[in-house]
């Protein structure tokens, strides 16, 4: 698990973009209190989807108005029809950390 930020960076309901390793990473601290990772690029357009807005347990990608599942990755909404990787996340002391080893198996492009 790698540091990537602290809880109070990201506030609920907010995501943020970072570089863990050269892998972009969204951070986001959802509507149901959990922090999630997911791959920082819509496998749509290829757009930051840390830009996006935050709606329950979704992300959503500014560009198109694609949304995914920050638990799965799976999309929920066209016109993305594939998954994008999601990744371990941790709270530890106040900060949040993440594992690069996809939870869902789909690899960062």
Not at 30 to 41: G, K, L, M, S, T
Not at 45 to 55: C, H, I, N, Q, R
Request: charged share 25%.
């Amino acid at each position: 698990m790698i540091k990537v930020c602290s809880v109070e960076d990201v506030p609920k309901g907010t995501s943020v973009a970072a570089d863990v390793d050269g892998t972009e990473i969204a951070v986001v601290h959802a509507e149901d209190d959990n922090f999630y990772a997911i791959h920082d690029v819509c496998s749509h357009a290829e757009v930051p989807l840390s830009e996006g807005e935050v709606d329950g347990c979704t992300l959503e990608c500014w560009l198109h108005g694609s949304r995914f599942d920050l638990r799965t990755g799976e999309p929920t909404g066209l016109p993305a029809t594939e998954p994008v990787p999601v990744f371990p996340v941790e709270v530890r002391d106040g900060d949040v950390y993440v594992s690069l080893t996809p939870s869902n198996g789909v690899q960062p492009s």
